[in-house]
């Protein structure tokens, strides 16, 4: 599924930033953390050990993430099942209100976000380039704040060769915290590529940066105006 919220001209600009949203604009992992420490703190107290839950989580999630994708709805279906699978079913009414929780939490800016942004802007075409729920995604850049800086915004399912593939053009980088997602397919469809650390990355995406061709790597946002200001 791809949306594309907006697009205009962009004026005179010929380099084109691929922006990640989740964990390079604003704060995202932090609240399925701070939920799954909840949920196993709950199972331990119906007899649960902490180091099964992980496991049949894990398990569950990737068993479903090909078919129900990413975001607060996919994180949460795989808890109930998880509920359901360690004998705890009573724990639904809390899921449902959690997921709620995570699909309105206020945004959180990464540091130096909203003071580059308009200043890329003013040198470069902004897209996002987002995997997850369409109205979902779409809501959280609406509460940033952020979406009049943006050209475009892209909401897909999966982040893949074929998502870069159709802006494989000169001049277009794709930047975000995520190897396998924003960095590695990115590469290989030919795009430049600029890698923002995060201080915690959910594991499905903890892969190593593939090492033809050239990555920038930065520590933080601000960063990108000494190479696209």
């Known amino acids: 599924m791809s949306t594309h919220l907006r697009q205009d001209s962009g004026g005179p600009a010929t380099r ?37 839950a992980q496991t049949v989580l894990w398990q ?14 996919a994180f949460c279906a795989s808890l109930h099942e998880t509920a359901r699978e360690l004998g705890v079913p009573d724990l639904e009414p809390w899921i449902k209100e959690r997921e709620q929780w995570i699909f309105s939490h206020p945004i959180e ?64 980088w794709m930047i975000g915290n995520s190897p396998r997602s924003d960095i590695n397919p990115a590469k290989a469809a030919g795009l430049g590529t600029v890698f923002i650390a995060y201080h915690t990355t959910w594991q499905d995406e903890l892969e190593e940066i593939a090492p033809d061709g050239g990555t920038i790597v930065l520590e933080h946002f601000g960063q990108l105006l000494e190479h696209f200001g």
Request: charged share 25%; aromatic share 10%.
């Open 109 to 172: 800016l990464m540091p130096g976000v909203a003071d580059v942004l308009p200043k890329l802007r003013q040198r470069n075409r902004l897209i996002v380039v987002t995997k997850g729920q369409p109205a979902e995604q779409l809501g959280k850049l609406r509460r940033s704040g952020l979406e009049e800086f943006f050209h475009a915004t892209d909401v897909v399912f999966e982040k893949n060769v074929q998502t870069y593939a159709k802006y494989a053009a000169p001049h277009t």
């Open 16 to 52: 084109t930033l691929l922006i990640d949203a989740d964990d390079t604009l604003w704060e995202n992992n932090i609240y399925f953390e701070r939920v799954a420490g909840e949920f196993f703190a709950r199972l331990a107290a119906a007899g649960v050990p902490e180091h099964r």
């Open 60 to 73: 569950t999630e990737q068993r479903n993430i090909h078919t129900t994708g990413y975001g607060s709805a």
